[in-house]
């Protein structure tokens, strides 16, 4: 019987002193991304009501809204490992608040990796967009929906063209015409980060499509226009990596 009991003692001073020797927990580290939109008219800050000139030689003005959705957010790393938050965001500008020339968003609770590549959309995922009854960014109540093809407007642009101030009017959107980035970056996130990114907006009218407002869709409002055809590819050079600080 004294051995018995002296057998369970050894046991229990093993087991204690293998709990006591386990490793700590460690809990990881969590930060901030936050992603800087700087929009451009080629090298020039966007300002509304101010002359730009496309590579069609039309002289436009952004004169009343600019503002779209971004989605989809993804961060990989180099073997693969994705963090992808359902991240949805409008940016919005109209010219009786707001100075267009930037936007910030940010993302919250990102682990501590390496990433080395950043893709979003420009636009609502299918999953999403024929569901008006959404809150937060995708509130129909924001106006970017269009009720009559339950779908969401995925980019807003306004503004007038040529001497006689002809107004022309994007809403772009549609499944199909979901604008698509994937940018190599090199984000270590073992700290609070800031990733900035340039949109040139004179690419929407070129590359490789030359858009000549003067002959091309001034308006579109649907998911079908043929205007659609050259800006859907044209958006895909919009959008480049400035910097990660």
Known sequence: MVAFFSAILLLFSFFTSCKQDSPPVVVPKLHALTLNFNHYFGNAPLQFLTNYITAANDTIKIKSQFEYYISNIKLTTADGQVYA???YFLIHYDIDSQDPAAASIQLQNIPNANFTKLSFLIGVDSLHNHTLGQTGALDPANGMVWTWNVGYIFYRLMGSFSSAN??????????ENLMKYELPASIQMDNNRTVNLKMDLKELFQTPNVYDLKVDNKDIHSTTAPGLLKLIPNSKDMMTLISVQ
Do not use: H, M, V
């Not at 002809?166 to 499944?175: A, R």
């Open 166 to 175: 002809t107004s022309f009017s994007f809403d772009l959107g549609g499944d």
């Open 85 to 87: 938050p359902e991240t």
